[in-house]
């Protein structure tokens, strides 16, 4: 990490492989990055490398949470066949605020895919 330090300057990127340091190194007018593990990008290249990590984040946080949402309607339809009501609300309320945060990550994919459509064109 020394001599990384001597090449170039911390950056405030983790490395999207390993999540170590990232060392930003100015080459001229390139800037490249570099983990103290030996992976490498050029600034363009680090872009769609955190691009990617975001989507694999949004994919694992939606599949989580359409979990929870199935998990909290079988509670609810069990508490209901049970005759315990109460019991039975609480879930489908509990159901309901997990549909509104999946529809949140919903709306941050799509509006993710968009972007990366406008630059891809």
Known sequence: MTEMDRIGR?????CPDCHGIMWEI???ELVR?????????????????L???????????LR??????????KLEMQANQSGR?????????KALEFEAEAN????????TDEIAARFAA
């Open 10 to 14: 911390r950056s405030v990127f983790a």
């Open 26 to 28: 100015e080459e001229g």
């Open 33 to 49: 990055y570099r983990c103290h593990v030996g992976h490498a990008y050029s600034a363009e290249i680090m872009s769609l490398a």
């Open 51 to 61: 691009d990617e990590n975001l989507k694999r984040a949004f994919g694992s946080a």
């Open 64 to 73: 989580a949470l359409d979990e929870r949402i199935a998990l909290a309607r």
């Open 85 to 93: 009501s109460n019991i039975a609300k609480s879930w489908a309320t």
């Open 104 to 111: 949140v990550i919903r709306d941050s994919i799509r509006r």
